[in-house]
């Protein structure tokens, strides 16, 4: 299994442009999650798919968008890049279960915007 | 809102020595508290959690953490540490029966050799 598989790795961006992080998740787990990583800030909820269906907004969502495209896939879209929002973003997954709960991480994608 | 604090950005100890990786939580209702660790340039890995039952969980490579409710706290631990250990640690924090996952800053932990 491939657990969970992000897209692109890396990627440079300039100001203004746009661009759509890819995630997908081969386990069957139907909570889906975007984080990002800063330094000296942790891990910061930007967007949750609880299940297929339904998203909500977490800690700092301003200037991202995402897609429960079905179980598997979950997006991240930035509409309008700015520096600020230069960051490794992680996705999620995990079941849907009182006694489960761990989140099964991707590998990151490294997104730098000049 | 849940919230979790840990306190330590770096904690250093000497290989063999025990370690303590702090860690605080804020939460409404009952906490489900977890443990992830993070090599560098890699996703992060779950290490343990505690959902309910007994206040002592034991988890990966040797860690343990401790529930302690009065003092909302999920302190990570392990008895002799070992250099491969150096990593960064993130406690997390969900509410049950909500789907959101709060983590908190992070803390690096440095064995000496």
């Known amino acids: 299994n491939a657990g969970v598989t992000q897209t692109p790795k890396f990627q440079v961006l300039k100001t203004g442009q746009s661009m759509t992080l890819q995630c997908a998740q081969d386990?069957?787990?139907?909570?889906m999650y975007w984080y990002r990583q800063d330094p000296g800030m942790g891990l910061r909820l930007i967007y949750y798919?609880?299940?297929?269906?339904?998203?909500d907004k977490g800690e700092v969502p301003n200037g991202y968008n995402v897609s429960r495209l079905n179980k598997r896939e979950f997006s991240l879209r930035l509409e309008s890049a700015a520096p600020s929002q230069t960051s490794v973003y992680f996705c999620?997954?995990?079941?849907?279960?009182?006694?489960?709960?761990?989140?099964?991480f991707g590998e990151g994608s490294r997104l730098t915007v000049l | 809102a849940q919230s979790v604090a840990q306190p330590e950005d770096q904690v250093n100890v000497a290989e063999g020595n025990p370690l303590t990786v702090k860690c605080t939580y804020s939460?409404?209702?009952?906490?489900?508290l977890f443990w992830y660790v993070q090599y560098p340039n890699r996703g992060l890995q779950f290490l343990l959690k505690?959902?309910?039952?007994?206040?002592l969980v034991k988890g990966s490579y040797g860690f343990e953490a401790e529930f302690n409710k009065s003092q909302t706290s999920f302190h990570l631990k392990k008895p002799s540490a070992l250099v491969s250990d150096s990593a960064l640690y993130f406690c997390a924090v969900r509410s049950g029966g909500y789907q959101k996952v709060t983590f908190g800053i992070g803390t690096k932990l440095q064995v000496i050799p």
């Open positions: 999620a997954s995990k079941l849907l279960g009182e006694n489960t709960g761990e989140l099964f």
């Open positions: 939460v409404s209702g009952n906490p489900y």
């Open positions: 505690y959902i309910t039952g007994d206040n």
């Open positions: 386990m069957n787990h139907n909570s």
């Open positions: 798919s609880a299940s297929e269906g339904t998203t």
